[in-house]
Antibody, heavy 127, light 106 residues
Framework: QVQLQESGPGLVRPSQTLSLTCTVS??????????WSWIRQNPGKGLEWLGY???????YYNPSLKSRLTISLDTSKNQFSLTLSSVTAADTAVYYC????????????????????WGQGTTVTVS | DIQMTQSPSSLSASVGDRVTITCRAS??????LGWYQQKPGKAPKHLIY???SLQSGVPSRFSGSGSGTEFTLTISSLQPEDFATYYC????????FGQGTKVEIK
């Protein structure tokens, strides 16, 4: 069973770069068909999708963060990572990593994407 | 960018009540929508994909409907374990979550 675990510093200074890693266990990160995602949740707020990287290394970012965000794969360690530059207090959040899988729906004869495995989340404070 | 407007932002209900949550997309997204449940301090859990297909293991009291721009999540008979916050998520273009609906005990 695939499990995800976020890791990284809990405190980052304003204007610095936030770096987090998600370690994947129970399966290979380069097995086809998955997207590896980052999502965050500001304190007491809703969920915000940040971006994902495919098993081939293609990346897709939230347009509102694209200039500051990089997601990368480290296949040797079975990990993927997030770096967010020039952070401010608005970047204080719980950061989740998640696996996005494609499901075939027989009713619609089409594929759909679901975030089916999540890490437990890691709290990052910018201060 | 596709915006997802979810309503209501919160609701109070009793065990056994029927609950309906709505999500509206700023443009048509076919049925490229899922629903997620999040409990305090926990990661979200996937409930529904393709707007109306139940994820394996999810109780049948949960159902989804809609296509295009209007979507609903219905809980037919609210159970104690269903008190949580619910989010819609579109995957037609990038990904966008709705703002969430907190279902509280009346």
């Amino acid at each position: 069973q695939v499990q995800l675990q976020e890791s990284g510093p809990g405190l980052v200074r304003p204007s610095q770069t936030l770096s987090l890693t998600c370690t994947v266990s129970g399966g290979s990160i380069i097995n086809g068909g998955y997207y590896w995602s980052w999502i965050r949740q500001n304190p007491g707020k809703g969920l915000e999708w940040l971006g994902y990287i495919s098993y081939t290394g293609s990346t897709y970012y939230n347009p509102s963060l694209k200039s500051r965000l990089t997601i990368s794969l480290d296949t040797s360690k079975n990990q993927f990572s997030l770096t967010l530059s020039s952070v401010t207090a608005a970047d204080t959040a719980v950061y989740y990593c998640a696996r996005e899988s494609s499901l075939y729906d027989r009713n619609n004869f089409d594929y759909y994407y679901v975030m089916d495995v999540w890490g437990q989340g890691t709290t990052v404070t910018v201060s | 960018d596709i915006q997802m407007t979810q309503s209501p932002s919160s609701l109070s209900a009793s065990v056994g009540d029927r609950v309906t949550i709505t999500c509206r997309a700023s443009q048509g997204i076919r049925n490229d929508l899922g629903w997620y449940q999040q409990k305090p301090g926990k990661a979200p859990k996937h409930l529904i994909y393709a707007a109306s297909s139940l994820q394996s293991g999810v109780p049948s009291r949960f159902s989804g409907s809609g296509s295009g721009t209007e979507f609903t999540l219905t809980i037919s008979s609210l159970q104690p374990e269903d008190f949580a916050t619910y989010y819609c998520l579109q995957h037609n273009s990038y990904r966008t979550f709705g703002q969430g609906t907190k279902v509280e005990i009346k």
